[in-house]
């Protein structure tokens, strides 16, 4: 088995690294948000690709 | 103009920007990523039993983008879908509605400038995935032209445009977001089994771009079917917004 090129694999992870912190950002400076914020920042961290995505598109309140 | 802007400057705000090109980066280039490691994804889960012989399947680049697509039709579409549902309901919801169109500004004007705001991000989304997945093809299973990611990159463009088209319309038509979305998944669904229903004699329904997109890159031609569906899809999508322009005038 040939080695692992990790260098294809890093887009997709640095991908989900800037859709965490850009959560997280938003998280931080929103005051409001659906639900309690702790439980968003659970949801961010720790549901990989996906919880940032919920975040964005149920968690930020329509002003 | 200025609603445009306002517009631009709302999805910048609320970081739509930021996260639907990049959802769309990462479901496009998903596919091809693991149909390349499919063999190392096997063994590193156990590998297979003793004595089987499991022939990987050699994917064509015209395949593999197609993946792609697959993946941005299910996936893609439901992630556009919950990115639209708010634009106008959640508006109105909350009352801004009502605070633009105070002013004198005409009902057609609001609704074309957000869809036009909604399809400029859809589009570049698109490009910039399918040119990532494009990248990838390019370097772990063959030659794809440029040229063929463009005419992808606008007939697969065509039925995205037709899918927020839908979705901006139920959002004129009702107040809640997530009844919009729902309703326009529906829409989607049904349509789908009304393609597969009657294909034999809707030839040129819009369900049907994906499959005589990859019928392009096989034969390397632009067959008819491909251009009148292409034209059904962007008539339709335009009496859509037609439509919603004139329940919007209606409802409020």
């Given amino acids: 088995m040939e080695a692992f090129n990790w260098g294809l694999i890093a887009p997709i992870l640095v991908i989900q690294g800037i859709l965490i912190i850009v959560a997280m950002i938003d998280l931080i400076r929103t005051d409001y948000t659906n639900g309690p914020k702790w439980l968003w920042v659970l949801i961010i961290i720790f549901v990989s690709t996906l919880g940032p995505i919920l975040y964005f598109v149920l968690g930020r309140r329509q002003r | 103009m200025t609603l445009f802007k306002k517009e631009l ?15 769309i980066i990462l479901l496009s280039i998903m596919d091809p990523i693991t149909s390349y490691y499919l063999p190392q994804i096997i063994d590193s889960v156990g590998g297979l039993p003793e004595g089987s012989t499991l022939e990987m399947p050699e994917f064509a680049p015209p395949e593999v983008i197609m993946m792609s697509l697959s993946q941005l039709s299910s996936l893609g579409v439901l992630v ?4 639209s549902m708010g634009t106008i309901a ?6 801004v509605t009502e605070l633009i169109l105070v002013k004198p500004v005409a009902y057609r004007n609001y609704i074309t400038a957000k869809w036009v705001s909604l399809l400029m991000l859809v589009w570049i989304s698109l490009f910039l995935g399918l040119l990532t997945s494009w990248y990838y093809i390019n370097l772990l299973f063959g030659d794809l032209s440029f040229v063929e990611l463009l005419q992808i990159t606008f007939f697969y463009g065509l039925w995205l445009t037709l899918v ?5 319309f139920y959002n004129a038509l009702i107040k809640t977001p997530g009844l919009v979305a729902f309703l326009t998944i529906l829409t989607i669904m049904v349509m789908s089994l009304i393609n597969q229903v009657f294909n034999h004699v809707l030839e040129w329904f819009p369900n049907n771009l994906s ?32 439509a919603s322009i004139y329940t919007f005038r209606v409802k409020d």
Wanted: hydrophobic share 55%.
């Fill in chain 2, 164 to 168: 927020v088209s839908l979705s901006i």
């Fill in chain 2, 80 to 83: 556009l879908v919950l990115m």
């Fill in chain 2, 90 to 95: 959640g508006e109105r919801k909350s009352g």
């Fill in chain 2, 9 to 23: 400057l709302e999805n910048w705000r609320n970081k739509k920007w930021i996260w639907v090109p990049l959802v």
């Fill in chain 2, 211 to 242: 499959s005589y997109i990859l019928d392009m890159l096989m034969t390397d031609q632009l067959s008819t079917d491909l251009i009148a569906t292409a034209c059904v899809t962007m008539i339709l999508s335009i009496a859509l917004v037609v």
